[in-house]
Structure formats: structure tokens, C-alpha cells
């Protein structure tokens, strides 16, 4: 297997985490991450990451984190 280490920039980042076993849920968290987004005019030219937070060979499925991340203005104000 090949890899690549790439250096990113410093991003601020707005995200979404759910608890569970990794799967379609996954993908439904990144969509409702996507529809906040577009409601908030911050889709059209969107960073998204997808980050899995945790091993699942060695954690338990209920206790996996997945973060769905948008990038977001520095002066970007976003409502608790």
C-alpha cells in the first residue's frame, strides 16, 4: 500500500459528530451537514471533510465518532 502525507492549511472548521458503527448513517450525517450549509449560503464553494474518528477493530461500533466538516469564514458567525 502507498501513502501520501500532505500538509493543509490551517482551516476553521463547523462540524457535525455522530456515535455509531460507521455505514450509511455516515452519508446521512454528511447530507444534513450539506442542507445546513446550503441554507446558510456556505455550499457553493465548500471544503468538505468526512473524518472517522476512531478504529473500529478496536473500539466498540456504539462508540465510533464520525465528523461531518465544512469549512467555514474566519468572520463567519455560527448560532449556538
Request: net charge negative.
Amino acid at each position: 500500500m502507498k501513502y501520501k502525507i500532505e500538509t493543509l492549511p490551517t482551516y476553521r472548521i463547523t462540524y457535525m459528530r455522530r456515535f455509531g458503527q460507521y455505514g450509511s448513517a455516515n452519508i446521512e450525517i454528511m447530507e444534513r451537514l450539506k442542507k445546513w450549509a446550503n441554507e446558510n449560503h456556505l455550499l457553493a464553494s465548500a471544503i468538505l471533510f468526512a473524518i472517522p474518528q476512531d478504529n473500529p477493530e478496536t473500539t466498540h461500533p456504539n462508540n465510533c465518532r464520525f465528523d461531518a466538516c465544512i469549512v467555514i469564514p474566519s468572520d463567519y458567525q455560527v448560532d449556538d
